[in-house]
């Protein structure tokens, strides 16, 4: 399977563009303004009111040079005017209705941020230093390449208890940019609407707990790079499309891995695989969640439109932990797969049924783990926590699995043929 890169979010590819030395020194406008410089907005409190931005390039809410801003029942509305640089909305949030920047922090209460410009974004927290708390309230945004609420910069923004929501393609929900960006989402609610736009998308860090949310056209998330997604006792479906994406836009210069943990959640995704990885390298951890799928594909790691053509597989570990999951994983000859399957996991579905040892794929099965293989399967190598002749009891398959016998990872195996529950063998390749 080939993801088109139509669907994917352009947002993304801004998120490992480096900040300049200057970046904090933007010039930005915004309807309201707290400067810290101004000894009397050192700290200011706006409560009962109704903001608006028209303009392009103007913020609604800008707290900058180390203000704290504490906003309760405010209506911050971006009806119109939209940012004239992509990147700029992306680098360093011009044209959102709220922006904290310059070590400045913006606490938000039961605020409602309605944003229906195009190419705008409803919070941003910008820089080192500079934090956004947003707490219960609403974060709504209606038109294409408008996030709802991001960290970039190396800014962080903390928030719990609110709905978000887009409508709009190329609009993500939930958004950190920029290695050093976190977000912190707790038990938020809504989703997403438009193509290309994940629930989740990540080039910094997002940590998300208790979360209940829907993309109607787009991944649950998207890692970029060596982005990092932690989701935690959530529920979460992509309802017309794959699940997570993990990819890098551009030439990869590195061998930096992006990171996907799971555990203690709900996951539904309708179409495609669960997880998708191109031109990357990447981690997933799985814990004890209920997955459910529309296909038969559980991973897929292949080359796609981004990089360098022939260099830019999918390369992945994939630990499973009191884990059960079904489907096949999909490799191309130049990707490569590591599954581990520790105690209390199992795996129902084909392992690489390429009908050749082009692709690197491993599989580890650890005592109290199982593989079901539907079909013929070609491993690299498959090695086993307890001793082959009990491992092998482990794995159940009617058709033929195949491994390199000159692997020096099968060297247990010795190079031997092995029947298996089901009526398959397993059969060494040389």
């Not at 209705?97 to 309605?114: H, M, V």
């Not at 491993?362 to 086993?384: N, P, Q, V």
Request: contains cysteine; glycine residues 10%.
């Amino acid at each position: 399977m080939k993801v088109s890169s139509l669907y994917i979010s352009a947002f993304l590819l801004f998120g490992a563009v480096a900040l300049s030395a200057s970046a904090q020194n933007v010039a930005l406008d915004a309807t309201y303004i707290v400067d810290g410089n101004s000894e009397k907005n050192k700290e200011v409190y706006r409560s009962y009111v109704t903001l608006e931005s028209l303009g392009m390039n103007q913020n609604v809410v800008m707290a900058t040079n180390g203000a704290d801003l504490i906003l309760t029942f405010i209506r911050a509305n971006k009806t119109g005017g939209e940012a004239s640089s992509f990147s700029d909305l992306t680098l360093y949030g011009t044209n959102s209705a709220i922006l904290a920047k310059n070590r400045s922090s913006i606490f938000l209460e039961k605020c409602t941020i309605n944003v229906h410009a195009p190419l705008a974004t409803g919070v941003s927290s910008f820089g080192p230093g500079t934090v956004i708390r947003v707490k219960e309230g609403l974060v709504n945004t209606s038109r294409d390449r408008s996030a709802g609420a991001q960290s970039l910069g190396e800014g962080r923004l903390e928030i719990e208890n609110a709905t978000v929501t887009t409508a709009g393609n190329q609009s993500p929900a939930v958004v950190s940019r920029i290695s050093g960006s976190l977000t912190s989402a707790l038990n938020l609610r809504g989703g997403t609407m438009g193509i290309g736009s994940p629930i989740f998308s990540s080039s910094g860090e997002i940590e998300a707990l208790k979360c209940r949310m829907e993309s109607g056209g787009s991944q649950i998330a998207s890692v970029e790079g060596a982005g990092k997604i932690k989701i935690s006792e959530s529920e979460l479906a992509s309802l017309n499309y794959i699940g997570f994406l993990i990819y890098t836009p551009d030439e990869r210069t590195d061998k930096e891995k992006g990171l996907l943990d799971i555990s203690d959640s709900r996951i539904r995704v309708k179409q495609g695989p669960l997880f998708y990885v191109s031109n990357t390298y990447a981690e997933i951890y799985l814990t004890a969640n209920s997955v459910s799928l529309g296909s038969n594909d559980l991973l897929v790691a292949s080359g796609n439109d981004w990089g360098v053509q022939g260099s830019n597989g999918g390369h992945v570990t994939l630990h499973a932990s009191k884990q059960k999951l079904s489907g096949n994983v999909l490799v191309d000859s130049i990707s490569s797969v590591f599954l581990k399957l520790e105690k209390g996991s199992s795996l129902s579905g084909t392992i690489n049924n390429s009908g050749n040892m082009s692709a690197e794929v491993r599989l580890y099965i650890a005592k109290g783990a199982s593989w079901t293989s539907g079909d013929s399967s070609w491993l690299t190598s498959i090695e086993f926590e307890e001793s082959v002749e009990k491992g092998i009891k482990s794995i159940r398959s009617k058709k033929d699995i195949y491994y390199d016998a000159d692997d020096s990872a099968n060297l247990a195996l010795g190079g031997r043929e092995y029947k298996l529950g089901g009526g398959g063998i397993i059969r060494p390749i040389r």
